[in-house]
Each structure stands twice: as C-alpha cells, then as structure tokens.
C-alpha cells in the first residue's frame, strides 16, 4: 500500500522539499523506512497551494500533506506518526515504550516555537528576503534571530541531548529527524551552527550515519547550495507571496 506524498521544490525547480523543513522530514523518514509513495512536488513561491485542487487535500494550506485512499492528512509531525503506526517501521522511531514516547512527544511539542522558528527566521532574514526579494532586513531582526537560535541550540544540548547518543537514548527516533532537519536550516544561509558546538557535531554526525549518508545528503543537497542559486533566482518568482512574507517576518 502507498501513500501520495504532497511536498514542496524550490522556486528554481530543482531539489526535493528543499526549504520547507515539515517536508524534508516526511520525505527522509519514508524513503529511509521503504514506505511507497507518490511524490507529488509543488512550487511553494507560486501559491499552488491556495488553489482549490491542493484545498481538498489540506485546506489548511501547509506542507507537507498525505492522501491515503481516501484519508487525507496535514502537519509533517502527525503524517509521521501515522505512518510510523499503519506502516510498523521499527520501534525507535517512535517508541512504544510509554515514557520513551513521552521524550519524543515532549521535544516534538518543544521544536515549533524554538528551534523551528528561529532557524526558519535566520534562513529568511540572512538569504531569501535580502537575497531573492531583495528587501533590506533590519540588523537587529536578524540578530535577534540568531541570539534566540543560539540559546535553543543550548537549551537542545542541556535539557534534550544531554550526554546521550540521541535524544531518547542509544537509538535514533523521530525527535532526531525533526531537530535535525531544523538545525541545518541556518547551515543553508551560511551560519555554521556546529562551530565551537562539539557536542552538537557528534550528535549530527551519528544522526547522518543512522539516516545513511547519501539519504541524508540528497535531502539537504539544494538547502546546502540556495546561497548559489538564489544568485540566478527571478525575484517575480516569489510575487505571489511576497505580501505574506513580509508581512509575516518584518511587521
């Protein structure tokens, strides 16, 4: 049985769920445990997905989204845990040992409003609005930015990770793929996170060989690369959204 898997490429055309973070996770974690699907890639700087056919899929108009059948879900961390039940994938993923599931609930509910946020931010306020809109950022937007990454990076090593291989112990789960999929988010604006952050390094480091190599490479292969390609990108492109956008990162 597969699913049809709804996810986002960049505005250049090329790469696979290259800037969404929620799609790059869905698409690392059912490539990673030979769940079936149908990859159906969208341009996000279009607005396809405010159109009606990408409504009856998820008309809360986010991605990733999956069709099953005729069962229909939206938000990356709920799609994967969906999957991780009706598909069986091996039970580090999402333990079912009830206070190990805890651990990975409690960073999952945690990521959104810390790391998430702040990476997003610092990918938008260092490359894409400057870079591809061409609209100056105020410096202390993007200082901000990195000062709160900075100390959820912290809090990540302190409070998650702790001395652990992983965040909830010897073995990967879907806290990890989340986190890491967040971390390298900046990584794709030029900010290397893992400098002077040993501890950090390690944990990506094993994360990679957990994922496999060239899995992990693939996904994050046009995120690593958007500095060279926002140099060619059409700023009409993002005219569809660029109300939003601003809106959204500098009101």
Sequence with gaps: ?????????????CGVAVIYTPCR??????KK??????HKKIT??????????YGKINLLRKLPAIKDGDFCLAESI??????AEKFHTPDHWYPADLQKRARVNEYLSWQHTAIRTHGSRILWFKLLIPKAMGVEVPKEKLDNAVESFDGSLKLFEEKFLQGKPF?????????DLVAIVEIMQPVGAGMDVFENRPKLKAWKDR????IGAELFDEAHQTILSLQEEVKTMDPKKMEPLRSKILKYFLS
Excluded at 207 to 210: A, C, T, W
């Design 44 to 53: 996000l700087f279009d607005g396809y997905q405010y159109g009606e056919e």
């Design 25 to 30: 996770s869905v698409y690392i974690f059912t």
């Design 78 to 83: 709920a799609i994967m845990m969906y999957l």
């Design 207 to 210: 994360v990679r060989e957990e």
């Design 33 to 38: 445990n030979n769940i079936q699907f149908d």
């Design 167 to 175: 965040i909830v112990g010897d073995q990967i789960s879907l806290a």
């Design 1 to 13: 049985m597969s699913c049809a898997l709804v996810s986002v490429q960049s505005s250049t055309g």
